[in-house]
């Protein structure tokens, strides 16, 4: 399974970001392989609309869920029309709140 995790830093002990249209790095990780990237947030650089940016790009990329803090009503309509579960985990690490996504499952 592909989870999307917004964070502060590019790196599995970044802490996740409380805002997913202004997160820094969308870190992509897979749960079968182990294997993870980050992507730098393309929508930082906007002004306006910085959650409808982040929400395509993060579709493009192809996660299953997304494990964030808040997501406006805009990015939130374009990744759950794309299928993709939203489940608001801010706290603590990328890494933890993975680790707590995979422990429910």
Known sequence: MKL???AEDPELESL???EFGHADYFIIYDSETREWNAYPNEATISA???GIMAAEQVVKLGPEVVLTGFVGPHGKKIL???GIKLVFDEDGTVRSSIDRWLKKQ
Do not use: I, L
Request: glycine letters at 8%; hydrophobic letters at 35%.
């Open 4 to 6: 999307c995790v917004s």
């Open 48 to 50: 306006e609309g910085s």
């Open 16 to 18: 996740v970001a409380e």
């Open 80 to 82: 759950e029309d794309a």
